[in-house]
């Protein structure tokens, strides 16, 4: 780059000098000028010197050490660090020790002897000002992966290369009761605790806390660490809280690992485990409602959650409704109840049908979940697929005893193949009978699943005969006929007390 375009680059830049000796401040000036800086102004005092950079903002300070007056240049340099992020380059005559150490805990980008020639007083600048950019890139990139972290729907936790906590995700506080601000700097192992999940459906095998798995990241000995499959997350508020994730080494371009990643979500069983869970732990009181869903619903707000539940109880109710959240609005009129998403119209249609009341649900919305797992609970089930995309929902009469699913075909087949005959989870005899018709308090569960279930065919509840997998789906044959179930497809079905 010639002369000439240099001092266009510096030109853009400007200094400030705060110096209380007018004919070396004088000299300062003349130098930055023949550089090609543009001078922001000059201070011979401390409260001067905060005035003028507050107004002007400068790229950058040449900081006199010793100044007439109550502040030193130190003193003014802490708040220039701390309010305004400006990088400081010190002046001085005295190269003392003490003054050195008390200039240096201020971080200073340069430190400047007087005397000093123009040749370096440039080259300092240069130097202070790449350095700053660097930093202020750097900056932003660690801004840009906060944010980013903070928009994950799982918890993080990172840690620098001693294991000590150095930034925690909203998800993360929430999940754990920790707070960044309280916990930050502290040893990981300290403040995290890993323990063996004790749900029936996974293994305790070996257990590795969260130090071994630090450790394992942290010394390079694995890339990336998946949490094991039997851990759970003792909380500050909740208790433990059945976990899965990952733990991943954070490195440098160089290779050197400077951290770690914890990222971790609740842990939830597939459907068909979930299932299962609730047939050994169903009891007298809970046999004639509907079952949990099975299906794992996507993440939605509780305000639209409330909003859904709001919407299906009035039109069951036949009442009049307007209720509105960012997402969802419900609204009811001229015989038809409708709720629309802003973000997509229409996603679902109550009008009565032949004296029946039936919703027309869109599958393809991002509601569909919600939704349905809401119209179910209430005894609403689907009927029928319409054009569209469309399916109906009327309400149909839940057999007296029946514990109601709706699930995928896997889990239908894990209570027909899988599990023939009801096992208790323990594995052990209880109020004195066999596995296979365990006895729980007041519930009795039948000693075979397969002799129970029932499956929802044409508005009408009946007993499965036989059921045969094949490539193409499932085919469920019943006394009014067969129900074939394509792969991916759900079905309602229900085991009989």
């Not at 102004?41 to 007439?68: E, F």
């Not at 023939?420 to 009795?444: E, F, I, L, N, R």
Request: aromatic fraction near 8%; proline fraction near 4%.
């Amino acid at each position: 780059m010639n002369t000439t375009l240099l001092e266009k680059a510096h030109a853009s830049q400007s200094v400030m000098i705060v110096e209380d000796e007018s004919i070396i401040s004088l000299d300062i000036k003349s130098s930055l000028i023949n550089l090609g800086y543009s001078v922001a102004g000059v201070a011979a005092s401390g409260n001067a010197a905060l005035t003028k950079i507050s107004n002007s903002n400068p790229d950058l300070i040449l900081m006199d050490i010793q100044l007439k007056g109550e502040m030193t240049g130190i003193d003014i340099a802490e708040t220039v660090r701390s309010d305004f992020q400006i990088p400081v380059i010190y002046l001085t005559a005295n190269a003392d020790s003490a003054t050195f150490q008390q200039a240096k805990s201020t971080s200073p980008y340069s430190y400047l002897l007087k005397p000093f020639g123009e040749k370096e007083l440039g080259i300092a600048i240069e130097l202070a000002l790449h350095k700053h950019q660097q930093e202020q890139i750097v900056s932003a990139s660690e801004k840009w992966y906060a944010t980013a972290f903070q928009s994950l729907s799982e918890s993080v936790v990172a840690t620098d290369a001693a294991g000590n906590i150095v930034f925690l995700n909203a998800f993360a506080e929430t999940m754990t009761g920790l707070q960044l601000s309280k916990v930050i700097d502290q040893p990981l192992v300290e403040v995290l605790t890993f323990e063996p999940a004790a749900e029936p459906w996974r293994t305790v095998g070996n257990f590795e806390s969260v130090a071994s798995i630090l450790e394992t990241v942290l010394t390079g000995r694995s890339t990336v660490q998946p949490l094991p499959e039997k851990i759970q997350l003792l909380t500050q508020s909740s208790g433990h809280v059945a976990i899965e994730g990952d733990v991943s080494a954070l490195r440098e371009t160089s290779g050197r690992i400077i951290g770690s990643i914890f990222k971790f979500k609740e842990y939830r069983a597939p459907a068909h485990k979930r299932v299962l869970q609730s047939f050994s732990t169903a009891t007298g009181e809970q046999a004639n409602a509907t079952a949990p869903i099975a299906d794992e619903p996507a993440k939605y707000s509780e305000k639209d959650i409330e909003l859904v539940n709001a919407f299906t109880q009035a039109f069951i109710k036949k009442e009049s409704t307007f209720l509105s959240t960012p997402n969802l609005v419900a609204s009811s009129g001229e015989g038809v109840t409708t709720l629309s998403a802003r973000s997509e119209g229409l996603v679902v249609k109550v009008t009565a049908i032949d004296d029946t009341l039936t919703a027309a649900v869109q599958q393809s919305s991002e509601y569909w979940t919600l939704v349905r797992q809401v119209l179910i609970e209430r005894h609403f089930f689907p009927v029928s697929v319409r054009t569209g995309g469309f399916c109906r929902f009327q309400h149909l009469e839940v057999p007296e005893g029946c514990q109601v699913y709706h699930t995928q075909g896997e889990a239908f087949c894990e209570a027909w193949y899988g599990n023939p005959h009801y096992v208790h989870p323990d594995g052990v005899q209880t109020g004195g009978v066999q596995a296979g018709g365990v006895q729980t308090g007041s519930a009795k569960h039948p000693r075979s699943l397969r002799e129970s279930l029932v499956v929802l065919r044409r508005d009408e509840w009946y007993h499965v005969q036989k059921l045969v997998m094949k490539p193409e789906g499932l085919n469920i044959k019943t006394i009014a006929g067969e129900l074939f179930v394509p792969p991916g497809d759900s079905l309602v079905w229900g085991v009989m007390d």
